[in-house]
């Protein structure tokens, strides 16, 4: 069965550190892999990754996909309040995504 | 450019009810999905729609079924709900292939089923 796996589940951190949250995932046909921000209701898109080893950075947010260990990191650098939501990943598997249960990130000030 | 419209934003229904939810995508957008999305479950995919056809299905019981429209509006129901059913329902749109493809979300719609 395919399955995403996002730890930590929860994370509480003060302004200005560093994070990583990670994705692993065992899908059957991979195709990409996704980050998005979910800070109310709406998920926004962050990044999208289809290839090992290539970096995506907007900004203060990075990501680089591993596909020999099946796994991705998102990493947020200077982190600020406004950076408290729930990450969500998602890979694509058979023309369908198939979702982490996300981390949820407290950024205290 | 609106962005994705669902409503109605909440929902308070006794079991046995049914409900229909409603989708409107970005202008343009031709794909919708839908998901289920409880406290520490994640998104549950649900079905997706493309041009009216339902082009793929998530494993949730007949309960739930939708529909599109041809101006690209979806609509969900349920049927018969349950105590489980209580949950946030999201749509997303995009343009094709939404597994290949940026998703825009709509806010939701809050279902609580007492």
């Known amino acids: 069965e395919d399955k995403v796996v996002q730890s930590p589940l929860s994370l509480v951190v003060h302004e200005g550190d560093t994070v990583t949250l990670n994705c692993s995932y065992e899908v059957t046909n991979f195709r990409s892999l996704l980050w998005y921000k979910q800070e109310k209701k709406a998920p926004t898109f962050l990044f999208m990754l289809t290839s090992s080893g290539i970096e995506k950075k907007s900004g203060r947010l990075s990501s680089i996909l591993d596909k020999k260990e099946l796994f991705s990191i998102l990493n947020i650098t200077a982190t600020q309040t406004g950076d408290s939501a729930v990450y969500l990943c998602?890979?694509?598997?058979?023309?369908?995504?198939?979702w982490g249960a996300g981390t949820k990130l407290i950024i205290k000030p | 450019k609106a962005g994705v419209t669902q409503t109605p934003r909440y929902l308070i229904k006794t079991r046995g009810q049914q409900v229909t939810l409603s989708c409107s995508p970005i202008?343009?957008?031709?794909?919708v999905s839908w998901y289920q999305q409880t406290p520490g479950q994640g998104l549950q995919f649900l079905f997706e729609?493309?041009?009216?056809?339902?082009?793929n299905k998530g494993n949730f019981p007949g309960r739930f079924s939708g529909r599109q429209f041809s101006n690209s509006r979806s609509e969900m129901n349920v049927s018969t709900l349950e105590l489980g059913d209580s949950a946030l329902y999201l749509c997303?749109?995009?343009?094709?292939?939404?597994?290949?493809?940026?998703?825009?979300f709509g806010s939701g719609t809050q279902l609580s089923v007492l």
């Open positions: 997303a749109s995009s343009s094709g292939d939404p597994a290949n493809e940026k998703l825009f």
């Open positions: 998602a890979v694509e598997s058979n023309y369908q995504l198939i």
């Open positions: 729609y493309f041009s009216e056809t339902q082009r």
């Open positions: 202008s343009g957008h031709r794909s």
